[in-house]
């Protein structure tokens, strides 16, 4: 499996971004997915995640100004952030499991896919 991010840049606090992250090959299997970051000198943090049934969960850090979403049709994943803030500074990288990202999450385990990353700046 493999995720290819995109979306990532520089933003002035307040502005809004959209994380996408494609997945291919296209398959039928329909992965549990989310989002984690990582600032510089920081551990990798679960962001959001949406499992195959739809079921979704947000960090503290995030919750009420992002959503995470994702195309069946088109394998792609979004995560929406807005009202960005200097600390949501980070490479943001998208991952797949087989297991429930909600649960991968909240226990602060770590999926078995992972993509490359994409860099997201926000200027106060």
């Known amino acids: 499996v493999q995720l290819v991010e995109s979306g990532g840049g520089s933003v002035q606090a307040g502005d809004s971004l959209t994380l996408s992250c494609a997945v291919s090959p296209r398959t039928d299997v329909d992965y549990s997915m989310g989002w984690f970051r990582q600032a510089a000198g920081g551990e990798r943090e679960g962001v959001a995640a949406?499992?195959?049934?739809?079921?979704?969960r947000y960090a503290d850090s995030v919750q009420g100004r992002s959503a995470i979403t994702k195309d069946n049709a088109k394998k792609t994943l979004y995560l929406q952030l807005t009202s960005l803030k200097p600390e949501d500074t980070a490479v943001y990288y998208c991952a797949a499991d087989d297991d429930r990202m909600t649960t991968l999450q909240k226990l602060g385990m770590l999926p078995r896919y992972w993509g490359q990353g994409t860099e997201v700046t926000v200027s106060s």
């Open positions: 949406i499992d195959f049934d739809g079921r979704t």
